[in-house]
């Protein structure tokens, strides 16, 4: 095998062997920011295609599962937008029903109030269960901010929870 | 997970379920980023080329195509159904005005609408119509569905000018439907007089050749082939344009913005200059009677205390339901701005939906749902601190975004980034956007 070869081969076994193991990971993610889990699992193939597609410009600056990541999240966030009228900060109307649903519309609703670096950092720690650190790559933002968007997304959804009218 | 209060995390893990029972679909991902069975190395290579001339043709601003594709614009500005292609058949035209008539928001009445070309594709006849909308051209792809899909694409005569291309993709896919299956998808745009020949690049590095006539193009492929949809392999990536025997790349964006670049990497403020709390909108919280009159569409707010139609950006027909409302009463109401976006030619409201009544800044919206349309809508509510809006491009152009009634409405290029500036009324930077 000559080099070239084994260069690109290479980026596609590294690509893969994360796809595989982070795969639950990666779409409960993406259905957090998307809302819907179908959608989620084609925003997820869809930053995989574009990983794929985009490989080579890929410079291991950080860890590729950080470069995935934003492509997912990017991705997700295209997802949802696409949806006509959701976007940061917005509600959108049939959400905001007082009744239970399997979603929980009052924790979508607080999520939803959230400013969105805050969702990010909420959704990457929880359902991806990253580290600081690991969250500080994805999103490029530094280690120290994760720890106190974490805290205020903490404050704001239990303030936010205790306003929502039940 | 141990720094989540635990009522928080049975919240989330109910909101969103771990994902079981889904398989993984690798080769799926394969097929999305372009990599076939038997590809050769060649047509890789092309991929990867394609991806960095989407870049570099977007941000090549050549005097060749500037010169040509702006000289053009002034001329197709006088589409009015005489020039250039000839009028619409009575039956579109009939069509065009009843769907006008009957929606919320109208294009100028008296629109006028051109035939620029007529092809047929797997024996069915699509008419590509061109016509005016204020300060945007506009295109309408007549065909064997109308139901579900874009009644029109416009893009901002002054963007189109000053993109500097030869041509430009308005929409990169215009999916057609029959028997619920996708069973075409068109990609069209507009292109300077000396142009002699279009080719659709996708993204495995095939080149496909558009129909071209009267300074529009469309190239139609079986399926859904917008990246929206599932056949990443087959999106279109660029258009090659000819023009006697130079050739230039434009871009074409139908995939999520990724790597976003920081405010100080376009031109315009790269530093916010003044840090806004939760603001209002005064009028609509005091009941103004500015705009139009509307019926807020929702079921809630219980109690809608303004509705009103405003018009935001003189280029575009385009059109904002407002209203403010309230939940509740006494100190325990909760106060909702409402947002209803009303497109021409689409019958009845459009989508509408609801944020809190305290605004930092914007409240963003983001528009213009489809990820092939090369020149979103952007539009959304800005607080009473935002005094006037600005939009940067990459090559330094910039533009003021119109601010009626504290709505703003724009369209930008999907291709390239854009930087979004707002300022209060001593023209201090309170927000950068980017796009």
């Given at each position: 095998m000559n080099r070239g070869a084994r260069r690109a081969g290479t980026g596609l076994d590294e690509l893969e062997a994360l796809y595989r193991q982070k795969l639950p990971h990666f779409r409960r993610v993406a259905a957090a920011i998307v809302g819907d889990p179908e959608r989620a699992c084609d925003a997820v193939q869809e930053a995989f295609g574009t990983a794929v597609r985009r490989r080579s410009s890929f410079r291991r600056a950080g860890p590729l599962e950080a470069w995935v990541w934003r492509l997912v999240v990017n991705t997700a966030r295209d997802h949802a937008r696409r949806r006509d009228f959701p976007a940061e900060n917005l509600v959108v109307e049939d959400t905001r029903t007082n009744g239970s649903t399997p979603f929980g519309e009052d924790v979508r609703v607080a999520l939803a109030l959230l400013p969105e670096r805050q969702r990010l950092v909420l959704f990457l720690r929880y359902y991806a269960d990253l580290d600081y650190a690991a969250i500080a790559a994805a999103l490029e933002i530094a280690e120290g901010t994760v720890a106190a968007t974490l805290n205020a997304a903490h404050a704001s959804l239990r303030r936010t929870l205790q306003e929502v009218p039940r | 997970m141990n720094d989540l209060d635990p009522t928080l995390a049975a919240a989330l893990d109910e909101l969103v379920p771990p994902f079981e029972g889904i398989p993984s679909q690798w080769r799926d991902v394969l097929r999305r980023g372009g990599v076939g069975r038997g590809r050769s190395r060649r047509s890789r290579l092309l991929i990867a080329g394609a991806s960095a001339a989407v870049l570099l043709g977007a941000l090549a601003a050549t005097s060749f195509g500037q010169a040509v594709l702006g000289s053009t614009l002034d001329r197709l500005g006088a589409w009015t159904g005489v020039a250039p292609g000839e009028p619409a058949s009575t039956a579109q035209q009939e069509a065009f005005d009843a769907a006008n008539e009957e929606s919320y928001a109208h294009f100028p009445p008296g629109t006028q609408v051109g035939r620029l070309l007529t092809t047929t594709f797997e024996g069915e006849t699509y008419e590509l119509l061109g016509f005016?909308?204020?300060?945007?051209?506009?295109?309408?792809?007549?065909?064997?569905?109308?139901?579900?899909?874009?009644?029109?694409?416009?893009?901002?005569?002054?963007?189109?000018?000053?993109?500097?291309e030869p041509a430009a993709v308005l929409t990169a896919g215009d999916v057609f439907s029959r028997g619920g299956e996708a069973s075409a998808t068109a990609l069209y745009g507009v292109a300077a007089d000396d142009v002699d020949g279009v080719l659709v690049e996708t993204a495995d590095g095939e080149r496909h050749p558009a129909a071209l006539r009267n300074n529009a193009f469309i190239y139609l492929a079986p399926g859904n082939r917008s990246f929206a949809g599932r056949a990443g392999a087959d999106a279109p990536v660029r258009a090659i344009v000819h023009e006697g025997g130079q050739t230039l790349s434009v871009a074409i964006e139908t995939g999520p913005a990724i790597d976003r670049p920081e405010p100080g990497d376009l031109p315009g403020p790269a530093t916010v200059e003044r840090t806004l709390g939760p603001s209002h909108i005064g009028w609509l919280e005091r009941g103004e009677a500015r705009g139009a009159p509307y019926d807020w569409p929702g079921a809630a707010p219980e109690t809608v205390v303004t509705s009103r139609l405003v018009h935001p950006n003189p280029d575009s027909s385009f059109e904002m339901g407002v209203a403010f409302g309230r939940d509740g009463g006494g100190q325990e109401a909760v106060g909702w701005y409402c947002l209803s976006w009303l497109w021409p030619l689409v019958k009845g409201s459009g989508s509408y939906g609801c944020a809190r009544e305290t605004v930092t800044g914007l409240l963003p919206m983001y528009g213009s749902g489809q990820g092939a349309d090369q020149f979103p809508l952007f539009a959304g509510l800005a607080a009473d601190d935002v005094a006037s809006l600005e939009l940067f491009f990459p090559n330094g152009a910039h533009e003021q975004v119109p601010l009626v009634d504290n709505v703003y409405a724009f369209q930008a290029p999907r291709a390239l980034h854009t930087k979004l500036v707002a300022y209060d009324a001593e023209h201090r930077v309170v927000g950068i956007y980017m796009l």
């Open positions: - | 005016r909308d204020g300060g945007s051209i506009c295109l309408r792809l007549a065909g064997p569905q109308s139901e579900g899909r874009p009644p029109a694409s416009c893009a901002p005569q002054r963007q189109l000018s000053a993109l500097g």
